[in-house]
Structure formats: structure tokens, C-alpha cells
Antibody
């Protein structure tokens, strides 16, 4: 069965960095684009970043552009999100999600999330 | 950026009733690339509908999506107790992909 398991969250000071990882299993990882989506406490969903199936295209929300970097390793079935210059308003649960296609589609499988808390 | 506006913010209904949720886009969506998700407290979102009207795998047929262009609707017939949750629409035709602010369906 399809599984996505995020890791790497934690507490970090403003200006700090974290690297989130998402381990995928149960499907041919290299055939699907992947998203990161976040949800601040008590708030709605916010799309963060997308990477195509082969890593050739990456897209970011304006709120994270130039601070966050999405990447993938198809040999290890993992997608990662490097978070730099973290701000208090980056505090959120971060979910990785599989896109239905190689580049575009709804997100049909989600991990359970990893919590990032930015606080001094 | 395409802004999605969901209404109402909260829908108060009883089990067995019908729910009608709206999602309006600030501009016409490419190929009706709109999805609906359900999120229960403490859980990850679950895909219900993609391409505006196609049900995702395993989703009961009491869930249906309709609409095109800028106006989209999620209908839940015969509400089940497990359907009381938050619902989000998302457009995935243009970067940045965006979500609506959500509708809470409560008892």
C-alpha cells in the first residue's frame, strides 16, 4: 500500500534551518510529482512547493520562495524540503503529498505530517 | 495568483441531510483542474474529487463535484456522522497552486 512518512520537524529559532524528508513506499515513486503542503495551528491548508516526477521543474509559493528548496532522490524514494531563514509564521504541520500524475493533478496520498515550530 | 473563495464558512446540518459547498475562483481554471479534500481533526487531508467532478478511488458516491470555469460545487448527499469535517477546494492548473480557506460542516 502507498505510504508517505515525513520526518525532520522540530523546534528551531527564527533565522534557523531545518531539513524535512518524506520517505515513499508502495508505488513507483519516479512516476509521480510530489508536493509539500503546510497547515499552521488552527488554520487552513497552504501549498508550499511542487517538484515534477523527474525533478526537472520546481515551483514555490511566494511566501517561501528563495528560502525553501524542494528536491527528490528517485533512487531512494524520498522527497525533501530544505527550510532556511525560518520565521515565526513558518510554524506549521508540514505534509508531503503525492500528485496523481507526473506534473499535475490532485494529491491522492498524504503523509501524517511533521511539525515545525519556529520560536525563540 | 488564483484566489479561491469558499462559502459558507460553516454549515450546520444534521445526519441524513444534504450539504452544498461552494468554491469560486478569481479567474477561470485551466481544464477544470479543481480538487476537493476532506480533513478531519488531527488527520491529513483526503482527496475526494479531482478534475472538478471525478471521484477519487474509494470515495462513496454520496460525494459529487460539479462546475466549470470559476464556479464549483461539492455536494454531499445523506450526510453520514463521519462526514462532519473541514472541506477544502484546491486549484492545480496554475502555479502557485492554491487552496480555499475551507468550509466546516458541523452537526
Amino acid at each position: 500500500q502507498v505510504q508517505l512518512v515525513e520526518s525532520g520537524g522540530g523546534v528551531v529559532q527564527p533565522g534557523g534551518s531545518l531539513r524535512l524528508s518524506c520517505a515513499a513506499s508502495g508505488f513507483t515513486f519516479s512516476h509521480f510529482a510530489m508536493h509539500w503542503v503546510r497547515q499552521a495551528p488552527g488554520q487552513g491548508l497552504e501549498w508550499v512547493a511542487l517538484i515534477w516526477y523527474d525533478g526537472s521543474q520546481r515551483y514555490y509559493a511566494d511566501s517561501v520562495k528563495d528560502r525553501f528548496t524542494i528536491s527528490r532522490d528517485n533512487s531512494k524514494n524520498t522527497v525533501s524540503l530544505q527550510l532556511n531563514s525560518l520565521r515565526v509564521d513558518d510554524t506549521a504541520m508540514y505534509f508531503c503529498a503525492r500528485v496523481q500524475g507526473k506534473a499535475v493533478g490532485g494529491s491522492d496520498y498524504w503523509g501524517q505530517g511533521t511539525l515545525v515550530t519556529v520560536s525563540s | 495568483e488564483i484566489v479561491l473563495t469558499q462559502s459558507p464558512g460553516t454549515l450546520s446540518l444534521s445526519p441524513g441531510e444534504k450539504a452544498t459547498l461552494s468554491c469560486r475562483a478569481s479567474q477561470s481554471l485551466n481544464s477544470n483542474f479543481l480538487a476537493w479534500y476532506q480533513q478531519r481533526p488531527g488527520q491529513a487531508p483526503r482527496l475526494l474529487i479531482f478534475a472538478a467532478s471525478s471521484r477519487a478511488t474509494g470515495i462513496p458516491d454520496r460525494f459529487s463535484g460539479s462546475g466549470s470555469g470559476t464556479d464549483f460545487t461539492l455536494t454531499i448527499n445523506r450526510l453520514d456522522p463521519e462526514d462532519f469535517a473541514f472541506y477544502y477546494c484546491q486549484q492545480y492548473g496554475n502555479s502557485p497552486w492554491t487552496f480555499g480557506q475551507g468550509t466546516k460542516v458541523e452537526i
